[in-house]
């Protein structure tokens, strides 16, 4: 079962697989939704629900892919981009959000967003969403 990680433990972020790839989202069913889509496919998910959580995990164990929710209890993902890319550019950045428009898209693609989905979403379009990211050089 997939554990919500806290700032103490963000060591373990990572369990099984191949992959690293980290969840920040404020939904937890969206959490479980995208660690379940991701572990069938051998990928190692885990989450946080905040920026400043997401930050301690970047620096402990840096995933290879990020999935971004843009409305966070502590900020907006979209200002959170830069961050990542100034401090981790190898990882691959797909934001996810129910707030989908199309200044938020630009913002997003302006800041270095690898890809930008809307929600709801499916594993159809998770999987393609992966899949186009590490076509284009994901690690």
Known sequence: MLEKYSIVDT???????????????????????????????????????????????L?????SLLFLDNRLPDGLGLEFIPYVKQNYPECKIIMITAHDSAADRKTAHENGVDLFIGKPLSRILINNAVDQCMKSGGN
Do not use: H, M, W
């Not at 404020?26 to 930050?55: H, M, W």
């Not at 620096?59 to 995933?63: A, I, V």
């Open 11 to 57: 060591k373990k972020l990572i369990i099984n697989g191949n992959l690293k790839v980290l969840i920040v989202d404020d939904e937890l069913d969206i959490c479980y939704l995208l660690s379940g889509i991701l572990k069938q496919r051998n990928f190692r998910p885990g989450f946080v629900n905040t920026l400043s959580d997401a930050k301690v995990a």
């Open 59 to 63: 620096r402990n164990d840096t995933p």
